[in-house]
């Protein structure tokens, strides 16, 4: 079992709020990612950290921001919410070890912006 | 840049047939290949892997090979079950100029019926 937590599971809100999905793993992971997974069931990489205090935008663009502070936390943030935001999210994390290690998934936040 | 392509879904069969979902990738040197697993509600877990040619991965019934020749990674199943039900997504992890990649297919959903 992969010790990797999301919160909230389930977020419904309304346009212009600000909101974060947490993200916290518990296996010393170095490496963590924020996915995007639209309707159509296709993953985005839309942020990534090597580390504490590093931050990488991945290759889809998007509005939010994340932060490491700390090796088992990666939240996301989104200043103001907009329905064009409405997906599902999901976070991974692996170790530091080339290019043979699995990713490990939380089972992902769903966000509706109405 | 690097790529990968899996068949085109829904796939629906019945209960006890034979599996199988094509992928194929586009990638400069060697890299590892995966398969993961996302059941209803839940988020993505490793199901099998391979990390260089000719390399089985095989996992809950599931099986498939690194093939180089064919660029192709393609997923296997003797006989599948209702419980297989879920969306399976292809992945190749790569360093490209010090940054480790994952790439991921558009994702394949499988139904199975009893």
């Known amino acids: 079992e992969a010790d990797i937590y999301q919160t909230p599971r389930y977020l419904v809100i309304g346009t212009g709020k600000k909101i974060t999905l947490e993200c916290s793993q518990t296996?010393?992971?170095?490496?963590m990612y924020w996915y995007q997974q639209d309707p159509g069931m296709e993953l985005h990489l839309i942020h990534y950290?090597?580390?504490?205090?590093?931050?990488e935008k991945g290759d889809l663009s998007s509005e939010s921001t994340v932060s490491r502070i700390r090796t088992e936390h990666f939240p996301l943030t989104l200043e103001s919410a907009r329905p064009s935001h409405t997906s599902q999210y999901l976070c991974?994390?692996?170790?530091?070890?080339?290019?043979?290690?699995?990713?490990?998934f939380g089972e992902g936040s769903r966000l509706t912006v109405l | 840049g690097n790529s990968v392509t899996q068949m085109e879904g829904p796939v629906t069969l019945s209960e006890e047939a034979f599996l199988t979902i094509n992928c194929t990738y586009t990638?400069?040197?060697?890299?590892?290949l995966f398969w993961y697993v996302q059941y209803p509600g839940e988020g993505l877990q490793l199901l099998l892997k391979?990390?260089?040619?000719?390399d089985k991965g095989s996992n809950k019934g599931f099986e498939a090979t690194y093939r180089k020749e064919t660029t192709s990674f393609h997923l296997e199943k003797g006989s599948v079950q209702v419980s297989d039900s879920a969306v399976y997504f292809c992945?190749?992890?790569?360093?490209?100029?010090?940054?480790?990649?994952?790439?991921f297919g558009q994702g394949t959903r499988l139904t199975i019926n009893p």
């Open positions: 991974a994390s692996t170790r530091q070890d080339g290019n043979t290690g699995e990713l490990f």
């Open positions: 296996m010393g992971h170095d490496k």
């Open positions: 950290s090597y580390g504490v205090n590093s931050t």
């Open positions: 990638a400069t040197g060697y890299p590892s």
């Open positions: 391979a990390t260089k040619a000719d």
């Open positions: 992945a190749l992890r790569q360093t490209i100029q010090g940054a480790q990649k994952l790439v």
